[in-house]
């Protein structure tokens, strides 16, 4: 039977945004401030991974949650699993919204809302392929899993829980990435550098904040400061604003002199995509007569990390062939006068380097303490490896273009976690990318593509 899987994705367009509407509503941020036992991650990423599932028993799918932290929507039986790999929760919304990031707003063609990129609505496009390969009674030849994640944008707790209680899938992908199709991931390893909490006389540093997450680049920083000429300083700040790309304002408080900068918040696994309003910020303060570990912390961020994104300044740098450029981002970056300082750093590096010998550069750029926080090795399949080809087949076929390749890339997606995982849409080339940015969004025509190319994906990776 010869299947039109774009026409047929069509018929499904009204009922898939109803569904993406939903779970767009649950704001299903990480809230570590109010776990409970029924929501382990906090209320937000437990109700949307129930809320996925409640779409599977809907649709006459086998489902099963785990524990709260992570469930999966089962369809036919085997040997052999084919796991399709999504999550549930999103990135804080963060500020520059021009719509409520937690309501599906469609605008000219184009699905706003946090999650309709990262990773609702193209998770919602795969789950949308299975239902469509179940209801033209297409039986697999072995067991596929979709699997909902519910702390990707995190520590991945509930995917490393799923690992741990059911076997490794035989293979499988993530819509979680962009087409035409990622086979390699780079290395990611975050540390934490800390700083006393001394302040000089001359400029009293009273706190510092900036970044809401590692792997984002801060879209904000927020500065209090003390010093003997509040409008000599105002002057310098206003004249920072006009020759950098950056917005920001001033007041005086009561504790001194409050300074915020805007910047652009963007995906870690490219920072030159963001511009760094912690690192500004930081960049500006150096410039004052800031004394021992206020001067330190500033000094370091605003010189040595600052608009450095390959880590030249720390002698970190380094180059693959296949896999390219190491990155860092300066994911957070605070600094108050009973904790002291932190700056929180995230890599992607590709082989040929380790996390090992960056902990040592930074040990060795800076005085302050570095710890290393967290870590996950680079990860390759072949392009010769069947998924890989099937794969790109569809995609050729359906898209009309030629001789496509794979791409390696510094993002982390869950098919790391698998030996023969790749990550395969659903950013289309030549669309803008907003992952992890505000204003986050999805061409709905690029949504229901990509429906359309996971279910014939699915067809012909199981029969």
């Not at 590692?214 to 920083?221: D, E, K, R, S, Y």
């Not at 996950?376 to 069947?386: A, E, F, I, T, W």
């Amino acid at each position: 039977m010869a299947i039109d899987w774009q026409e047929l994705s069509q018929s499904y367009k009204e009922d898939y945004l109803k569904d993406l509407e939903e779970m767009i509503s649950i704001a299903s941020v990480r809230d570590d401030e109010h776990t409970t036992d029924e929501f382990p991650l906090g209320e937000g990423p437990t109700k949307a991974m129930k809320k996925f599932l409640s779409f599977g028993e809907r649709d006459g799918f086998k489902t099963k949650n785990l524990d709260n932290i992570v469930g999966y929507i089962e369809y036919g039986e085997g040997d052999q699993t084919l796991a399709i790999q999504s999550h549930a929760d999103v990135m804080p919304a963060g500020d520059g919204w021009d719509t409520d990031p937690f309501t599906l707003t469609i605008k000219d063609g184009i699905a706003y809302g946090r999650g309709t990129s990262d990773d609702k609505g193209p998770g919602l496009a795969a789950y949308y392929g299975l239902k469509m390969m179940k209801d033209q009674g297409l039986v697999p030849n072995m067991k596929i899993r979709l699997i909902v994640g519910t702390d990707e944008e995190s520590d991945w707790t509930g995917m490393k829980h799923y690992f741990e209680v059911e076997p490794q899938p035989t293979f499988g992908f993530s819509p979680d990435a962009e087409f035409p199709l990622i086979n390699g991931e780079k290395g990611n390893s975050t540390y934490e550098i800390k700083f006393g909490n001394q302040n000089g006389e001359d400029f009293v540093l009273r706190s510092f904040d900036s970044g809401l997450r590692t792997n984002m680049v801060p879209g904000n920083a927020v500065a209090v400061v003390e010093t003997s000429d509040n409008q000599a300083f105002v002057d310098e700040f206003t004249k920072f604003l006009d020759t950098n790309p950056l917005s920001g304002d001033v007041k005086v408080t009561g504790d001194g002199v409050q300074v915020h900068v805007i910047g652009k918040a963007a995906h870690a696994m490219e920072p030159k995509n963001g511009v760094n309003a912690g690192t500004y910020l930081a960049k500006f303060l150096s410039q004052f007569n800031f004394d021992k570990d206020a001067k330190q912390f500033i000094e370091f961020a605003g010189n040595e990390l600052h608009d450095d994104s390959r880590a030249h300044k720390i002698n970190a740098a380094y180059t693959d062939d296949i896999m390219g450029d190491l990155t860092m981002n300066v994911g957070i970056l605070t600094f108050d006068e009973k904790n002291g300082g932190l700056i929180n750093t995230n890599f992607r590096y590709p082989k040929g380097t380790s996390d090992e010998e960056i902990l040592d550069k930074l040990k060795a750029a800076t005085s302050a303490d570095v710890v290393e926080t967290g870590h996950m090795v680079p990860h390759y399949v072949s392009k010769d490896d069947p998924i890989v080809k099937t794969l790109l087949g569809v995609y050729e076929k359906q898209t009309g273009e030629k001789n496509v390749e794979p791409e390696v890339v510094g993002g982390g997606t869950y098919a790391r976690m698998m030996n023969r995982g790749v990550a395969f849409g659903a950013l289309f080339p030549g669309t803008q990318d907003t992952m992890h940015q505000a204003n986050e969004f999805q061409p709905v025509d690029d949504l229901i593509k990509a429906m359309a190319i996971y279910g014939e994906s699915i067809f012909e990776l199981t029969k």
